[in-house]
């Protein structure tokens, strides 16, 4: 995926933020608790001067967003590569097998927070951030197909996927509110929406092949309300959820 030349062409034409100066960047505690990462916030505040500022605003160092964003620009600018054809061909199986636009759309929507915001309980993160966007019914399946995928049904011949076994050892046992979340979304009118969602989930990643993001535009038309004022600049419950994606090295 890469920008159209008209859109290029404008973002060369706007200014970048924090101009001539040297930006730090102090990334955010959730992504670096736990781990080996040393905190330096307070070295970084020490550095602060006219010319040494935090980051604030577009990144040089990132493609740069269009100023009214798309669905389609974050998966083109912001998302890992895996995740991005990860969910290209969720959804390219499940538009091919004849599904439902509804659950193609959560297909293509499902793991979208993996992409640039946080993994940790990815299916409610990523529910809440598209639920101004698309029916309730695609957000429950967003949301559900998290719990879900831990609940064999081979009614539907849904099994626990083998490479979890090898993601989080053998005898890892899903916390109780999956179980919990799992048995409602069982019992509810759009199981087999989330359900099939975990059907065109891919459970391993290395046969990844090419699809085309411009296959999935009327379904997007149709499925996914696109503010006009460009995701992230309009005003939801979620909205600032898109600006982290768009300005992820913001200090605050």
């Not at 959730?30 to 500022?53: I, S």
């Amino acid at each position: 995926m890469t920008a159209s030349p008209d859109r290029a062409a404008a973002d060369v034409d706007r200014p970048w933020p924090q101009a001539a100066r040297e930006r730090m960047i102090y990334p955010s505690p959730v992504g670096w608790k736990g781990t080996d990462f040393v905190d330096n916030e307070e070295e970084l505040l020490a550095q602060l001067n006219p010319r040494t500022v935090f980051m604030m605003g577009d990144n040089p160092a990132l493609p740069r967003m269009p100023e009214r964003p798309q669905l389609l620009d974050f998966f083109d600018l912001r998302f890992g590569g895996l995740t991005a054809r990860h969910l290209l061909v969720s959804a390219k199986r499940a538009l091919d097998d004849g599904m439902s636009e509804p659950v193609v759309m959560a297909c293509l929507l499902h793991d979208i927070s993996n992409g640039c915001l946080i993994r940790c309980d990815h299916g409610y993160w990523s529910a809440q951030l598209v639920a101004p966007y698309v029916s309730e019914e695609v957000a429950f399946a967003v949301k559900y197909h998290q719990a879900l995928r831990y609940l064999p049904d081979p009614a539907v011949g849904y099994e626990y996927p083998a490479s979890y076994d090898r993601f989080f050892g053998p005898d890892f046992q899903p916390p109780a509110y999956i179980a919990r979340d799992a048995d409602y979304a069982r019992n509810h009118k759009w199981y087999m929406s989330a359900r099939q969602v975990t059907l065109y989930d891919t459970y391993f990643f290395d046969d990844f092949p090419e699809v085309d993001p411009a296959e999935f535009t009327d379904v997007i038309g149709r499925h996914f309300r696109q503010p006009a004022e460009g995701l992230g600049h309009d005003d939801t419950p979620t909205s600032h959820m898109w600006r982290t994606m768009i300005w992820p090295n913001n200090f605050l």
